[in-house]
C-alpha cells in the first residue's frame, strides 16, 4: 500500500498541493458569489455558464474535482497511520506552544466534507444533471437557498470551521512544500492569516445581506 | 516537599500496565527529578518494593536517556531542559506529579518508565553518517565551509537524540529528530555527497519504523530540550522533492 502511496513527505507534498489548488479556486469562486448581491441575475448566471462550458475551466475543473478527492482520502489515510502510531494514549497531557487548530484539522475536514456535499447536491451535481433542478438559473437557486434560516446558519457555520481550517492550512503548506525562510515565513503566516479570516468572511457576508436586505 | 506520584508501572515489554500512585515527602527544591526519583527508590528498596525503572546516564544534558513524560510535557514543565536538568524548585509543596513514558508504537515500553529507542538508531543506520574519509581533524579544516552554514550545521548537530520531539507530537512523528540529522549533513560539503541517497533512505526507514505523520503542529519543536527549529523539517522536505525529481 505504502508503495503505491508514496511516502510520508510525498503523501504530505500532494495534501499541500491540492489544498493550495482550493484555496486559488476559493478566490475565484468569491468573486462570482459576489455577483448574487446584484439585483440583475444575467452577470452571475453567465458567470456560472461559463465556469460550466469553458473548455479551459473544464480542465481546471477535473483538477480541481482530483484534488479535492486526494486532498479527503489522503488526509484520512495521514489520520488513520498518525492514530495507529500512539496506540496508548497518555493519561495526563497539557498543550504547548503549537499551531493550535492543526490539532483538529481533521474534524474540521469532516465538517467542510458534509458542508460540500450539501453544496454539491445543490448546485455542482445539478450542474452535472445528477441531480434535478434548473441549472440555467443558479441565481435564483442560491438566492431562494438564502431565504432559509436553517440553511443559513449551516452555511455560516460551516465558513467559521473552514477559517479555522484555513488558519493552520496556509502556513502549513508552504512548510510542508520546504518553503521555511527567516524573513518570509512570518510574511506567509501573515498572508495566511488574513486569507482565512478576508475569504470565509467574505462567503459569510453573502447571505446575510440577502437575508436581510434583499 | 510533600508529593503525591501517579508514576506508570509495567513489570516489562508484555505486561499490561499500570499507573501507582506513591506519597513521598522525602523531596527537597534542591534536588533534581532525577534526584527525587533516586530518594523515592531508596525509599521502596528499603521496603522491599522493586525500584521504578528509569533510563539516565550523563545527568548533564547532553546524552538524551531520561526521557519521560511529567505532567503532560516531555521532560516536564521547563523550556528547553531535559529531564536531568528538571529542578524540583518548577513543583510545589503537595502537587500531583504524573510521570508517564514516552508512548509511541515506534518506542515500546520495556520496564516502567524506560522506553526501547532503538528505531532512532536504525534510522541512523538507514544514512545518518558519511562514509567519504574527510582526514584527520586538520584536514577537514582546509575544506573551507560558509560561517552560517557551519553555524546552522552546528544548531541541528545538538540533537541528542532524547525523543521528546516523538513524545510530544500527537502524531508520534519522528520528523524533527530524522530532519536534525539530515540538516547537520546536508549543510556541510562533506556531507552533501550522499545527500540524495540519504534523505529517501532515513525518510523511508522512519515510515518503516511506524512513526506518524507530520503535520506542522510545532509540539516537537516547543518541547525539545535542544530547541531544534521546525526550519529543519522544511529542509528535510526540500531534500526529499530535489532527491526525488533527480
Ligand atoms: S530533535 Fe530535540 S526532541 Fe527530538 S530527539 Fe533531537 S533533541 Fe530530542
Ligand atoms: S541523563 Fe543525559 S540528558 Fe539527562
Redo the contacts with the bound molecule.
Sequence with gaps: MDKFLGSSVTKKFVMAIAGLFIILFLLVHLGINFLLLIEDPVPFNSAAHFMASNVVVKVFEVVLMAGFLIHMIWGVVLQIQNWVARPKRYKRTSSSQTSFFSKYMIYLGIIIGVFLFIHFMNFYFVKLGWVEGDHENFYRMANDLFQLPLYIVIYLVSFLFLAFHLHHAFQSAFQTLGLNHNKYTPVIKGIGLIYSIVVPLGFSIIPIVIYFFK | MKLTLKIWRQKNADAKGKFVTYDFDGASPDMSFLEMLDAMNTKLIKARIDPVAFD???????????GMYINGHPHGPGKAI???HLSMREFKDGDTIYVEPWRAKAFPVVKDLIVDRTAFDKIQIAGGFISTNVGSAPDSHAIPVEKRKADEAFDSAVC?G?GACVAACKNASAMLFVSAKISQLALLPQGRIEATERVQAMVNKMDELGFGNCSNTGACEAECPKEISLVNIARLNREFYFAKIQ
Design positions: 539516565h546516564d550523563c545527568r548533564e544534558g547532553i546524552c538524551g536517556a531520561c531535559t529531564t536531568c541528542i532524547c
